[in-house]
């Protein structure tokens, strides 16, 4: 069935569309797990507030999570520590250790079956590797643990264990913190002019405005369009499969990764840049029916991910030169933790409460990395591909997806469905 385990389990609230103009202090643009935790805080610290979704709430990357809450994000710290000091890589890691927290403390008081787990990442060639990072982790206070003999339907060399972590239902959090807030659903944000925002029926004057889109669609600020990329990645739910009692990633960027839910398996890899070509659900399916030949495939879905130039998402001022425009984003596949640590640092950054995060995830950082190199040759060479189909977004040639139908971008990441209908921004229309 091509949904998520996550749509097939429960119904979303519902919202009203916005038919008037407004009027308010803070704006959050995007219903996503991000934008929704942003209204959640703005209204328990009696913020006037209002959030809009062009589609409806969770209906976007939320809902294809694999919803892992977790501060280890592959073998980061070891290179955070390198890139950027110890000190920044010790707030990074509290700053997603103090969401998962959040979590824990929210989900006594909803329903979505939260549970603690430990996590783990492993690689099948590279004992040095997982050593390292675990002496880095170690470093900074944390009690990452070396991981063997695995679970796994394979030899490993180990794996850096972080104990304590958790996983839950994205859906079931996203219904119950969202019920009660001043939501509007179907009221897509086609342009913002100074303080206001502009939908095909009203417009919305803020004091300030968050953009939760996932990726940003504004253009002229920031230079998104060069600081992102995006990358697709795939997942199949098995029955009948074994429970692997956590939560396990590969460290290497094509490998799979682990989780159980309920009875099923999740079985996630496949990943490639969107707009290229991977191995998507073929990859998986060949690995399932070798790793577990008696289990039975009963959902499959993907999910897309903004990937930033130094593994670390921007998060804060839309740029230097927009004191009242902030943003959330590229949180590479670490959008649970990700989500809550932007709904906490911007909510500060509004009541003007400091923060010690916000120079770590500061939108405005150094953007001189070898990404940027190949972000920007691939938005070259695709503006001057020839092809019939061309993203609106800022005219790159699109590449059509075979396993899923759909015409995707790769400078940017917007994608269509085969008649042109758009379904992933940043693009604002159809092909």
């Known amino acids: 069935m091509y949904q998520s385990v996550w749509t097939d389990t429960i119904k979303m609230p519902e919202f009203e569309t916005l038919h008037s103009d407004a009027r308010t202090d803070v704006l959050v643009i995007g219903g996503g797990l991000c934008g929704v935790l942003c209204a959640y805080f703005l209204k328990n610290a009696g913020v006037d507030y209002m959030l809009v979704e062009g589609k409806t709430i969770g209906s976007g990357i939320t809902q294809n999570t694999t919803a892992k809450i977790t501060s280890q994000h592959g073998l980061i710290y070891e290179r955070l ?84 972590q958790a996983q839950f239902h994205p859906l079931k959090f996203l219904a119950g913190i969202a019920r009660g807030l001043n939501i509007y659903e179907n009221t897509f944000v086609e342009k913002i002019e100074n303080h206001t925002a502009y939908t095909e029926n009203s417009k919305i004057e803020a004091g300030k405005i968050i953009v939760a889109t996932h990726f ?142 916000a120079e770590v995830f500061s939108p405005s950082r150094n953007i001189l990395k070898p990404q940027l190199l190949v972000n920007g040759l691939e938005t070259t060479k695709n503006l001057l591909t020839p092809s019939s189909k061309r993203c609106p977004h800022m005219g790159c040639a699109l590449k059509w997806n075979s396993a899923e139908h759909t015409w995707d971008c790769p400078c940017h990441g917007s994608r269509f469905e085969e008649e042109g209908k758009l379904i992933d921004n940043p693009a604002k229309k159809g092909c």
């Open 81 to 164: 520590i390198n890139d950027f000091g110890k000190e920044k890589a010790y707030l990074y890691l509290w700053a997603n250790q103090e969401a998962l927290e959040k979590y824990r403390q929210l989900s006594r008081k909803i329903k979505c079956d939260f549970q603690e787990k430990s996590a783990y990442v492993y690689s099948k060639w590279d004992r040095w590797a997982i050593e390292e990072e675990i002496r880095a982790v170690n470093s900074l206070g944390f009690p990452a643990e070396l991981a063997e003999n695995l679970p796994l339907p394979f030899e490993t060399e180990g794996a850096v264990c972080f104990p304590e």
């Open 216 to 357: 940003p669609f504004l253009n002229k600020r920031g230079s998104y369009f060069l600081k992102l990329y995006q990358h697709r990645s795939y997942v199949i739910a098995l029955e009948n499969a074994p429970d692997v009692q956590g939560m396990y990633l590969d460290a290497d960027n094509t490998g799979m990764s682990f989780r159980n839910y309920g009875n099923l398996l999740l079985l996630g890899g496949g990943s490639h840049r969107t707009g290229k070509k991977g191995g998507n659900w073929r990859e998986l399916r060949d690995s399932a029916a070798g790793f577990y030949p008696e289990a039975v495939e009963r959902y499959y879905w993907a999910t897309q991910d903004c990937m930033p130039l130094d593994g670390i998402p921007y998060i804060g001022h839309y740029s230097k030169h927009t004191p009242d425009l902030y943003v959330a984003t590229g949180f590479q596949k670490w959008g649970m933790t990700s989500s809550m640590v932007s709904a906490m640092l911007l909510c500060d950054m509004i009541l003007e409460r400091e923060n010690d995060w």
